[in-house]
């Protein structure tokens, strides 16, 4: 019985564990990713407005935090 320790386990890490575990330089890059795809969301919302309804970015934002993101 061999018994592997791995650094983290894909799938069971809370967002705060994995930004404890990467580097400055890509924690940045990370949130620099996370803010282009946030604002190309919100844009693909506001043209869809009759799909997803009106939303503001501050509706937005208080949505995402109960997703810890």
Do not use: C, H, W
Request: no cysteine.
């Amino acid at each position: 019985d061999e018994t592997f320790s791995f650094k983290y386990s894909p799938g069971k890490l809370r967002g705060n564990q994995y930004k404890s575990m990467m580097s400055k330089e890509e924690l940045e890059e990370e949130q620099r990713v996370q803010r282009e795809q946030l604002a190309a969301i919100f844009t693909l919302m506001k043209e869809k407005s009759d799909t997803f309804g009106e939303m503001s970015e501050g509706d937005m934002k208080e949505q995402l935090r109960l997703y810890d993101i």
